[in-house]
């Protein structure tokens, strides 16, 4: 009360504004680590995004995910824009078969959800689907029949999986000049790579080692051209004498630039795994000691285990007398 007999105003609680802001941020971590996976946002609220599959079959399949309001709070929706049948997804093609998905929290990351969904779906291709049965090209663009029919076309007939989302019953206005979508940073597939990608060695992959790694990785033969050009230069005589004379085409061809960039690619590879080799072994005298570190700590806990289960077991024979009494 004021001096006048007036209530005073409280200020607002700020705990709302921050459990907002705490929700934002979640958000827009979690929508990264969608991006990062190959997902492109198909509207301005940035709440609907394609994930493009390549098949091993040559052919295309597209994932939506759907984000709610409540997003991450709430779990995504995510499902095929093509009718097909797999053992993760349900009538209505979407996926129910991820664990992570099926039991969503605020802290599970969607980007590495969709990674698994895309190596399940390469892994074992999804059968396409017709109304009759009949097979159809899960490629959206050479799809005759419109996964998605506007409300002109739609029908009480129509199944459940055919009709339209809520959000697309009207088409999607073109994008303004001053909105850029998020850039594809890298496909499905790279990322697949990445996750899949394995280290041995983690405490050795500091320093200059993901850049060997990485160099190792990259490595590809040289191809072999079909046509010589420095044999045309050459005489008849000269020709000649290489196909007589061994010793002289072994001196022939190890000058030749092709097989000379061969052996450099050759040595730097193997100075490579040496210098791979001599780093890990390196880090043998730091693992001995944490490992026996490893094992008192195991005795130790083995040890407190069972005090605490010899006074847990005191605790209900306690319990029990005092029941009885």
């Known amino acids: 009360m004021s001096w006048f007999g007036k209530p005073t105003s409280k200020p607002a609680p700020a705990a709302n504004t921050s459990a907002v802001s705490e929700l934002q941020r979640l958000r827009g971590r979690q929508i990264s680590s969608l991006v990062r996976a190959g997902g492109q946002a198909i509207n301005h609220q940035q709440s609907i995004f394609d994930v493009v599959v390549r098949l091993v079959d040559s052919r295309t399949l597209t994932l ?90 739609a029908s009480p007939l129509t199944p459940s999986y055919l009709q339209p989302f809520p959000q697309q019953q009207q088409s999607q206005p073109p994008p303004s000049a001053s909105y850029t979508p998020y850039p594809p940073s890298s496909s499905a597939a790279q990322m697949t790579a990445s996750y899949q990608y394995p280290a041995p060695y983690a405490s050795s992959s500091r320093g200059k080692m993901p850049s060997q790694q990485d160099a190792a990785r990259q490595t590809q033969s040289p191809a072999i051209p079909a046509v010589f050009p420095e044999l045309e230069a050459l005489s008849v005589n000269q020709l000649e004498k290489l196909v007589t004379d061994r010793a002289t085409l072994k001196a022939y061809i190890k000058n030749m630039d092709n097989v000379v960039n061969f052996m450099k690619l050759y040595d730097d590879l193997v100075k490579g795994n040496k210098d791979l080799a001599e780093s890990n072994l390196a880090y043998e005298a730091q693992l001995e000691p944490l490992q026996d570190a490893v094992q008192e700590l195991k005795q130790q806990l083995h040890v407190a285990q069972e005090a605490l289960q010899a006074k847990q077991n005191q605790q209900h024979q306690v319990l029990v007398v005092r029941v009885c009494i």
């Not at 409540?70 to 664990?99: A, K, N, Y």
């Open 64 to 153: 939506r995910i759907t984000l709610p309001d409540e997003f991450p709070m709430q779990g995504p929706m995510i499902q095929t824009t093509s009718r097909v049948q797999h053992s993760w997804l349900d009538s209505q093609c979407r996926v129910v078969g991820h664990m992570d998905l099926v039991n969503w929290s605020a802290h599970a990351d969607i980007g590495r959800i969709v990674v698994d969904i895309v190596n399940e779906f390469q892994r074992s291709p999804p059968a396409a689907i017709g109304r009759g049965g009949a097979s159809l090209s899960v490629n959206p663009a050479s799809s005759t029949t419109p996964i998605y029919p506007g409300p002109s076309t």
